[in-house]
C-alpha cells in the first residue's frame, strides 16, 4: 500500500515554488506586493560552514502539500491568506551562493533585495543562517529609517568571531552601524549564547530595547509591541531557535523555553497592525537535525503568516 500524505490527499503535486505561488526567475520582472527569494547563506563561519543551506528547500517542502489549497480559509488568519482572489506574491527562487566568497554572496543578497524594493514588493527572505539579514539590513540604506525587530533566542552583538565580521554573531552589531536603523527591538532572549557583559552593555547603551524569554513568559508579548511607534518601518527578523525546540527542534543551538507559535504569530500580525511591515527573514533552520518534518512545517506556516499580514498591509 502506498504511504499517505497530504499532497496526495489534497491533489497537490509537483510543486516547486513556495505554496504554490507564480514563479518569477527575473527580479526586474516582478509584479506583486511579497516577493519569496531563498538565501541559503551569506557569510559562513569556517567551524561549521553552510549548515543551514537546505533549509529554503525543506521549507518549501513542507507547505507544498497544501498549494492546491491556496483559496480555503487559513483559520490563523480566518480567512484565505491571499484576498481577493489570486495571489500577491511570487518566488523568485535560492540565490546561488559560494561558501568560499563571502564579500561576493553580501554583494549579491544586498544587491538582489534592493531590486525587489525598487519593484515596490516586500522580501519574505527563507535563510539561511543568520549571517543573511546583514546584507538584507544594508538593503536599505538610502530608504528612510528603518526599525527592526529581532526574535532569537542571542543577541547577536558581536563584534567578531574568530576576527569575522559579518558572521552569524554579530547581525545587531552591524545593524547598530547602519544610519538608516533607528531601533532595534530585541525579543526572546534566554539561555547561553556567544555574548559576553561588554555585548549586553553595548546594546543597551545603543539604545537596543530587549524582552527576553522569561520577560515574555511573564508578561506577554504587548509590552514589547507598544515599544514600536505607531506607522513605523519595520523589518522583522526571525532566528527561528527562539521558538522552543519542542516546537522548532531543527536548529543548532537548542535551548530550554522559548516562544510558542501562538506568540510568534501575534507578534508578526500585532507589528503588521501598529506598523508597516517592509522585510521579514526567517533563518537558523537546519534541517538535518529536525524531527518528522516538524520545524520546517512551523517556519512555512509562520512565513504564510507574514505574507498575509504583508499582503493586508
Not at 532572549?189 to 524569554?213: H, K, N, T, V, Y
Request: proline share 7%.
Amino acid at each position: 500500500m502506498a504511504s499517505a500524505d497530504l499532497g496526495s490527499m489534497f491533489g497537490a503535486k509537483d510543486i516547486t515554488t513556495f505554496f504554490g505561488v507564480p514563479a518569477c526567475d527575473d527580479l526586474e520582472a516582478i509584479d506583486a506586493k511579497a516577493a519569496i527569494l531563498g538565501v541559503p547563506f551569506a557569510t559562513p563561519y569556517p567551524s561549521v560552514g553552510p549548515y543551514c543551506a537546505g533549509a529554503p528547500r525543506a521549507i518549501r517542502a513542507a507547505i507544498a502539500p497544501f498549494s492546491n489549497s491556496i483559496g480555503h480559509v487559513s483559520f490563523d488568519i480566518g480567512e484565505p491568506i491571499f484576498a481577493q482572489g489570486g495571489p500577491s506574491a511570487v518566488d523568485c527562487g535560492d540565490l546561488v551562493l559560494d561558501p568560499s566568497s563571502p564579500e561576493a554572496n553580501r554583494h549579491l543578497i544586498r544587491q538582489s533585495v534592493a531590486t525587489i524594493l525598487d519593484r515596490g514588493a516586500v522580501p519574505i527572505v527563507i535563510g539561511g543562517d543568520d549571517s543573511v539579514p546583514i546584507p538584507l539590513f544594508e538593503a536599505f540604506e538610502g530608504r528612510g529609517k528603518l526599525t527592526i525587530v529581532q526574535i532569537d533566542a542571542h543577541i547577536d552583538w558581536r563584534d567578531e568571531v574568530d576576527g569575522e565580521r559579518f558572521g552569524l554573531s554579530s547581525n545587531m552589531r552591524r545593524a547598530s552601524e547602519m544610519e538608516h536603523v533607528t531601533r532595534i527591538v530585541q525579543i526572546g532572549q534566554r539561555a547561553i549564547g556567544s555574548a559576553r557583559p561588554d555585548d549586553l552593555d553595548d546594546a543597551l547603551r545603543w539604545g537596543a530595547e530587549m524582552f527576553s524569554a522569561r520577560t515574555i513568559a511573564r508578561e506577554g508579548i504587548e509590552p514589547a509591541l507598544e515599544r514600536i511607534p505607531l506607522g513605523d518601518r519595520v523589518l522583522i527578523t526571525l532566528d527561528i531557535d527562539g521558538m522552543d525546540p519542542s516546537v522548532v527542534p531543527g536548529v543548532i543551538g537548542r535551548a530550554p523555553g522559548g516562544l510558542g507559535y501562538w506568540q510568534v504569530v501575534e507578534l508578526i500580525h500585532g507589528i503588521a497592525e501598529r506598523a508597516q511591515i517592509v522585510a521579514f527573514d526567517l533563518v537558523e533552520f537546519m534541517p538535518e537535525r529536525d524531527v518528522d518534518h516538524l520545524g520546517a512545517s512551523v517556519a512555512a506556516h509562520l512565513i504564510l503568516n507574514a505574507i498575509a499580514a504583508v499582503h493586508r498591509g
